[in-house]
């Protein structure tokens, strides 16, 4: 048992040491290209690439079907389920792909008429069938826990997309070169996936197999449905009532606040939905594991996203001058909800790991309905305006989302929670600490932040005063969870 422990926690470990270095060098990359780009392009360009955003997030949702976490959910699942929903998935992309770039002109009239946004969908829309072409591989590789070639792939086809985005952005294509930028980025990463993988589908796809998929993957895309609705219902209202200079204002906020939130929840689930879903016939090991992932998720998340909210004016400054600064509030308040998202994302996986999807769905019901009643509330005040912030009547929309996160929180701790055989109380506990602490650093480091003027002065004395007390107080308190990860960090740093 002991062997079995110690194998178990090493593939965990080099699980999250390949996800960290994945998303470590993809923010890098990612965050590089943003800055040039967004020094360059225009603001409507982002508003015209986070229009057609809207429809590819809807897209792709039924494209995966909901299938590759009814794959990762499944113990052992064999050739012939993996040739199944591979082409199931590419058929569905095909499908999908000639749908919207025959109803191009019908999205256009979304946004008062603009036809650019025409022939820049039936473009960037071909990442479809990239991505949808690449499910299977990647989740193979999941199931196994070796992503060492997910890393590699995602860098590379990042690196070819940016290259190629900034190359057309400097030879004035405008919003061109954010959509080739990300249909080059899809292409290259898949291509990659194939050509290391001996792994080749069965012309086969069996509706016995489709079926038995449906129960998981139908209360997954029921979710995720749902989350998607209303993480892009709120892009949808801002072009569409005011247009796409305060879409591309919102687009920029939402975009680097996503860099954090999709980066932890994805390294989240890659890690973690695997082994609890071994662990999901032992309820005593199951609730001790979730209460481990919960303060380790805590450990990570509180702090940075306090440090980057407080950050947040000094950033936007060295990274873009003063060009977005109607953006810099709406990315504070997405982040606040950026918290909340990941650990009800967290949740979600506790309880997909133990085949409860329905859950999920009832979940997602009760925070939409929420986050539907709160659009109602303050959709009358997004066409307020300052005369120095154009941006004031969306701050104020965006506090829907925020309450709704919050409340899908606390709904999702008591369902899970249940679920894992453990309480809610017991979920909070694992998790307060971490938070009050980065409440009351984040406190003290936004008055710092008023004192200094200089940017990079500013971040620079910032980052190392909330990092340093954050790390010292958790060693006074002899918090295991630190120790832990400082051990690992270090034995990897040696080795």
Same mark, same amino acid.
């Given at each position: 048992?002991?062997?079995?422990?110690?194998?178990m926690?090493?593939?965990?470990?080099?699980?999250?040491?390949?996800?960290?270095l994945?998303?470590?060098?993809?923010?890098v990359?990612?965050?590089?290209?943003?800055?040039i780009?967004?020094?360059?392009?225009?603001?409507?360009?982002?508003?015209?690439?986070?229009?057609?955003?809207?429809?590819?997030?809807?897209?792709s949702?039924?494209?995966?079907?909901?299938?590759s976490?009814a794959?990762?959910q499944?113990?052992?699942?064999?050739?012939?389920?993996?040739?199944?929903?591979?082409?199931?998935?590419?058929?569905?992309?095909?499908?999908?792909?000639?749908?919207?770039?025959?109803?191009?002109?019908?999205?256009?009239?979304?946004f008062?008429?603009?036809?650019?946004?025409?022939?820049?969908?039936?473009?960037?829309?071909?990442?479809?069938?990239?991505?949808?072409?690449?499910?299977?591989?990647?989740?193979?590789?999941?199931?196994?826990?070796?992503?060492?070639?997910?890393?590699?792939s995602?860098?590379?086809?990042?690196?070819?997309?940016s290259?190629?985005?900034?190359?057309?952005?400097?030879?004035?294509?405008?919003?061109w070169?954010?959509?080739?930028?990300?249909?080059?980025?899809?292409?290259?990463?898949?291509?990659?996936?194939?050509?290391?993988?001996?792994?080749?589908?069965?012309?086969?796809?069996?509706?016995?197999?489709?079926?038995?998929?449906?129960?998981?993957?139908?209360?997954?895309?029921?979710?995720s449905?749902?989350?998607i609705?209303?993480?892009?219902?709120?892009?949808?209202?801002?072009?569409?009532?005011?247009?796409?200079?305060?879409?591309?204002?919102?687009?920029?906020?939402?975009?680097?606040?996503?860099?954090?939130?999709?980066?932890?929840?994805?390294?989240?689930?890659?890690?973690?939905?695997?082994?609890?879903?071994? *662990?999901?016939? /032992?309820?005593?090991? &199951? $609730? !001790?594991?979730?209460s481990? +992932?919960?303060?380790?998720? =805590? @450990? %990570?998340?509180?702090?940075?996203?306090?440090?980057?909210?407080?950050?947040?004016?000094?950033?936007?400054?060295?990274?873009f001058?003063?060009?977005?600064?109607?953006?810099?509030?709406?990315?504070?308040?997405?982040?606040?909800r950026?918290?909340f998202?990941i650990?009800?994302?967290?949740?979600?996986?506790?309880?997909?790991?133990?085949?409860?999807?329905?859950?999920?769905?009832?979940?997602?019901?009760?925070?939409?309905?929420?986050?539907?009643?709160?659009i109602?509330?303050?959709?009358?005040?997004?066409?307020?305006?300052?005369?120095?912030?154009?941006?004031?009547?969306?701050?104020?929309?965006?506090?829907?989302?925020?309450?709704?996160?919050?409340?899908?929180?606390?709904?999702?701790?008591v369902?899970?929670?249940?679920v894992?055989?453990?309480?809610?109380?017991? *979920?909070?506990? /694992?998790?307060?600490? &971490? $938070? !009050?602490?980065?409440?009351? +650093?984040?406190?003290?480091? =936004? @008055? %710092?932040?008023?004192?200094?003027?200089?940017?990079?002065?500013?971040?620079?004395?910032?980052?190392?005063?909330?990092?340093?007390?954050y790390?010292?107080?958790n060693?006074?308190?002899?918090?295991?969870?630190?120790?832990?990860?400082?051990?690992?960090?270090?034995?990897?740093?040696?080795?």
């Amino acid at each position: 048992m002991t062997d079995s422990n110690g194998q178990m926690k090493h593939r965990v470990a080099r699980t999250l040491k390949w996800n960290a270095l994945d998303k470590l060098a993809t923010q890098v990359l990612y965050g590089v290209t943003g800055v040039i780009l967004a020094r360059i392009l225009d603001e409507v360009a982002f508003g015209l690439v986070g229009a057609l955003l809207i429809f590819q997030s809807f897209a792709s949702l039924f494209i995966d079907s909901g299938f590759s976490y009814a794959l990762l959910q499944r113990k052992r699942p064999t050739d012939e389920d993996y040739s199944t929903i591979l082409w199931f998935n590419l058929l569905i992309a095909v499908v999908v792909y000639a749908v919207l770039s025959a109803g191009a002109p019908v999205i256009a009239t979304f946004f008062k008429n603009d036809l650019r946004l025409i022939p820049l969908s039936r473009v960037m829309f071909l990442t479809f069938i990239f991505n949808a072409a690449a499910i299977v591989q990647t989740n193979r590789r999941i199931k196994r826990m070796d992503v060492r070639m997910i890393a590699i792939s995602n860098t590379a086809g990042l690196l070819v997309g940016s290259i190629a985005g900034i190359y057309l952005a400097f030879m004035g294509y405008g919003p061109w070169a954010l959509v080739w930028q990300s249909v080059l980025n899809s292409a290259v990463k898949t291509g990659i996936l194939w050509l290391t993988d001996d792994w080749r589908p069965k012309l086969t796809m069996p509706l016995s197999v489709l079926r038995s998929f449906f129960k998981v993957g139908s209360g997954v895309i029921g979710t995720s449905f749902l989350n998607i609705l209303f993480q892009n219902i709120y892009a949808f209202i801002i072009g569409n009532r005011l247009g796409l200079l305060p879409l591309g204002y919102y687009t920029q906020a939402d975009k680097w606040s996503k860099m954090g939130v999709a980066s932890l929840s994805a390294v989240f689930t890659q890690s973690f939905l695997p082994l609890l879903s071994e *662990y999901q016939d /032992d309820p005593k090991k &199951y $609730a !001790a594991t979730t209460s481990r +992932i919960n303060r380790f998720a =805590s @450990y %990570l998340v509180f702090p940075s996203f306090a440090l980057l909210i407080v950050m947040a004016k000094p950033i936007f400054h060295i990274l873009f001058g003063e060009k977005w600064d109607p953006s810099i509030l709406l990315f504070q308040l997405l982040l606040v909800r950026g918290i909340f998202v990941i650990l009800v994302t967290l949740y979600h996986n506790y309880v997909l790991s133990l085949g409860k999807s329905k859950l999920m769905v009832y979940s997602e019901i009760i925070r939409d309905g929420t986050a539907l009643i709160a659009i109602f509330i303050t959709i009358p005040y997004l066409i307020a305006t300052r005369p120095d912030d154009i941006t004031y009547g969306v701050a104020i929309f965006l506090w829907g989302q925020v309450i709704a996160a919050v409340i899908a929180w606390a709904v999702m701790l008591v369902i899970a929670a249940r679920v894992s055989w453990s309480s809610p109380l017991r *979920y909070i506990y /694992d998790s307060l600490p &971490y $938070a !009050a602490l980065s409440l009351l +650093i984040a406190t003290g480091l =936004s @008055y %710092l932040e008023s004192l200094i003027a200089n940017p990079w002065t500013a971040v620079a004395a910032m980052t190392l005063t909330g990092t340093g007390i954050y790390l010292l107080v958790n060693r006074l308190l002899g918090s295991q969870i630190q120790k832990e990860a400082i051990g690992y960090f270090a034995s990897r740093f040696r080795s």
